[in-house]
């Protein structure tokens, strides 16, 4: 940008600041939801308690298609987005 330009838009630059701000902050939010490393851990301790016999096979079933869903949304999230 050229001094004339930013002389001009200088009115504008909390506005700017503003989507910046918006933009690091749903950027954060994205990669803490799409983090694919807490699903994982859910699934290790799901199998945990199935072999300890603390639940079911039948809730065991449920909640692992529950997270492999999950996984899957998370990876096709990244295939389209590109990893951080």
Do not use: H
Not at 2 to 9: A, D, E, F, R
Not at 14 to 40: F, I, S, T
Request: proline residues 6%; aromatic residues 8%; negative net charge.
């Amino acid at each position: 940008m050229g001094l004339l330009t930013q002389i001009v838009t200088l009115p504008l630059a909390p506005v700017r600041g503003v989507v910046w701000v918006m933009d690091r902050v749903l950027e954060a939010a994205e990669n803490e939801y799409y983090d694919p490393e807490p699903v994982q851990r859910e699934l290790a301790e799901l199998e945990a308690l199935l072999l300890s016999g603390e639940i079911d096979e039948e809730t065991f079933d449920r909640c692992e298609d529950e997270l492999l869903e999950k996984l899957e949304e998370i990876r096709a999230f990244w295939d389209e987005r590109g990893r951080p």
